[in-house]
């Protein structure tokens, strides 16, 4: 039997070599700083972490033009730590959750917030809020061993320079590991995914013309420029 077309997998380079890192899957924590959740006055403060996903093909490149999605008036921007998963894990302890990372990058969990207040209000899943084209934007993976302390580092997000998010990745609510282990009691994981740490608070509105660059100590920058709708994401 022959494949009626064939797709190609979205791929992030590794930094220090010429690898590149094949994306199986996307996924994001929701509401895992405090001062995230007390900006956006919604759930617990005591939440277990959740999770929601973002297609494999909406993750973008360092330098990528992202089109200003359809559909919105309220495009926002949540910088974030990005875990790259390199080992297959299931159920896996706290204690050997780090075991399960190839590597961290900087990333863009990019929002239709108008959408997804309207998802939560008519109580169905956030995908029209979330998981969109070009919507999961990640900076080259520096491998474990090379990042340093990552929970020790600094995040900042800048748009056109300026400073809009400014948080140590320590203030995670729940952090690298846990997040892993609590994962991996849902799905099983696999090299190949992508896990979105959680933002802190700042998260506001992009328009086009915007570049937006996400800076995390001990790791590359990440710099997309948001376009009009009517141009293409490029990898």
Known sequence: MTLLFSLTASTVPVVGSDRLFPVRRVYCVGRNYLDHV???????ERDKPFFFQKPPDAVVGDGARVPYPPRTADFEFEGELVVAVGAEGVDVPVERALELVFGYAAG???TRRDRQRDCRERQVAWEAGKSFDA???CGPITPAAA???VGAAELRLTVDGAVRQHTRIAHMIWNV???LAHLSMDYRLMPGDLVYTGTPAGVAALRPGNEVRVDI???TPLTVTIAERKNHATH
């Open 147 to 149: 990042a340093g302390d």
């Open 135 to 137: 919507s999961a934007p």
């Open 217 to 219: 100590d001990g790791l």
């Open 38 to 44: 007390r900006e956006m006055r919604e759930g617990d």
């Open 177 to 179: 590991a846990e997040i």
């Open 108 to 110: 863009i969990d990019l």
